[in-house]
Nanobody, 122 residues
């Protein structure tokens, strides 16, 4: 069993900063890609940013230059530093990890956190 637990959401003013964190725990053999997705009311869930185990990153165009994703492989954590957020960034943010569990025959599974609300408003 693998669990992802997010923290760090809340209310932030436009132009401020906020940091989201996610920790993976459980019977983990290896974690491949980790990422952050978001879902605003009435919209589909979208990828915000992801990062491979070797540190290669990918961002949706709307957050490039403002958000930074990072991970600590030793601690099985991934973070999203949100600088200069905008009201359009308001959404529930979900952590995602592509995990090979200890007993899986080296098969990869995708896991989700429970989500954390981020509201950007003055």
């Amino acid at each position: 069993q693998v669990q992802l637990v997010e923290s760090g959401g809340g209310l932030v003013q436009p132009g401020g900063s906020l940091r989201l964190s996610c920790a993976a725990s459980g019977s983990i053999f290896r974690i491949n890609a980790m990422g952050w997705y978001r879902q605003a009311p009435g919209k589909q869930r979208e990828l915000v940013a992801d990062i491979t185990s070797s540190g290669r990153t990918n961002y949706v165009d709307s957050v490039k230059g403002r958000f930074t994703i990072s991970r600590d492989n030793a601690k099985n954590t991934v973070s999203l530093q949100m600088n200069s957020p905008k009201p359009d960034d308001t959404a529930v943010y979900f952590c995602n990890a592509k995990v090979i569990p200890l007993v899986s025959g080296l098969r990869e599974y995708g896991y989700w956190g429970q989500g954390t609300q981020v509201t950007v408003s003055s």
